[in-house]
């Protein structure tokens, strides 16, 4: 059965760092994966999604993900975090027919 | 920008109440999905419909929740009787033809405590 797994619940930045959220897949067929980012009171965003073309996935909000099927692999990230990006971020993926399964999320705090 | 809408926002109501929770999808859209979510289970998807025809409603309690698509515009999921441990936030979410499963526009949610 597919299942996505984020590791880390909650991952704290200083603002201008490095943002690397974590996500692997399990899938028994190549998978679509995406990202989405839930801020305080709303609904989900998308962020981004690889659908098999290109592995290096360019997203909003200066957002990037990369797929690597050798690592089963599709991990979140962005040069500098501002205090903007703080959120809920949920990595999911759609294999084969199957309804988007979301991973249990990432929370991201930005520190000033 | 066009968006989901989902009333209400919050409803509180006692056990043993009925609730419905209304949607309204992009125009256009014609895949419509119901989320629930908590903070122990995370996102759980509670049914799907396409065109108006239900696909997948193996995630709903089927004694006590039912989803329905009276038209092209409106999605409705009701809860009779309410019990505590439905409390929780509920998406609905509507993606365009061709989009397949995933869900391209997400609601703000209905918030609901049952006490």
């Known amino acids: 059965a597919q299942s996505v797994t984020q590791l880390g619940s909650h991952v704290s930045v200083s603002e201008g760092a490095l943002v690397l959220l974590r996500c692997n897949y399990s899938?028994?067929?190549?998978?679509?994966l995406f990202w989405y980012v839930q801020y305080p009171n709303q609904g989900l965003q998308l962020l981004l999604k690889y659908t098999s073309a290109a592995t290096l996935v360019k997203g909003i909000n200066g957002f990037e993900a990369e797929f690597k099927k050798s690592e089963t692999s599709f991990h979140l990230t962005k040069p500098s975090a501002h205090m903007s990006d703080a959120a809920e971020y949920f990595c999911?993926?759609?294999?084969?027919?199957?309804?988007?399964?979301f991973g249990k999320g990432t929370r991201l705090s930005v520190i000033a | 920008d066009a968006r989901v809408t989902q009333t209400p926002r919050h409803k509180v109501t006692e056990m043993g109440q009925e609730v419905t929770m209304r949607c309204q999808p992009i125009l256009g859209h014609n895949t419509v999905f119901w989320y629930r979510q908590t903070m122990m289970q995370g996102l759980e998807l509670l049914a799907y419909f396409r065109n108006r025809a239900p696909l997948d409603d193996s995630g709903m309690p089927k004694d006590r929740f039912s989803a329905e698509m009276p038209d092209a515009t409106l999605a409705t999921l009701k809860i009779q009787p309410s019990e505590p441990r439905d409390s929780a936030v509920y998406f609905c979410?509507?993606?365009?033809?061709?989009?397949?499963?995933?869900?391209?526009?997400f609601g703000d949610g209905t918030r609901l405590s049952i006490l």
């Open positions: 979410a509507s993606g365009p033809p061709r989009q397949g499963t995933q869900p391209q526009h």
């Open positions: 899938s028994s067929v190549p998978p679509y």
């Open positions: 999911a993926l759609i294999s084969g027919n199957t309804p988007l399964v």
